[in-house]
């Protein structure tokens, strides 16, 4: 079962695993650190359930820009450790993608590190390409 994740209780839910892919993200700043991305930038949290336990969780939103139009834009996507390769990452990303038809985005983005090869082979068997390079420059 996958949800849209709304309350307090099924932010923290998402933590353990959120953090496995995130872990610079400290335990105790985890729950105002989503709640103030979903009010200033439309944050939102969407977890697949299996036997009432979190195994994928994935972060999103819309927004729309000149090159592309509106898109659904995956800021994190990960399955528990415990739980790869069992299909609960691609029931995600399928959800993602319907969620994305449903609000009328014309395209799914995501942006991987480099080192992540192996989220790069499940992106591409799911049909995702690269479309160009994204820079950044720490301040």
């Not at 927004?63 to 592309?68: A, I, K, L, T």
Request: aromatic letters at 12%.
């Amino acid at each position: 079962m996958i949800l849209k994740v709304t309350t307090d209780e099924q932010i923290l839910a998402t933590r353990e695993v959120m953090r496995q892919l995130r872990p610079q993200v400290r335990f105790e700043d985890y729950l105002a650190a989503v709640k103030r991305m979903k009010q200033t930038d439309g944050y939102q949290l969407a977890a697949l359930y299996c036997d009432d336990e979190v195994r994928a969780v994935a972060g999103y939103r819309f927004m729309e820009m000149f090159y592309s139009g509106r898109i659904l834009y995956v800021d994190d996507l990960t399955t528990d450790d415990r739980y790869r390769s069992k299909g609960y990452g691609k029931a995600l990303l399928d959800w993602l993608k319907t969620e994305a038809r449903a609000q009328a985005c014309g395209q799914l983005h995501l942006d991987s590190g480099v080192q992540r090869e192996q989220a790069h082979r499940f992106y591409f068997r799911e049909g995702l390409t690269i479309n160009c390079h994204h820079f950044q420059l720490t301040l």
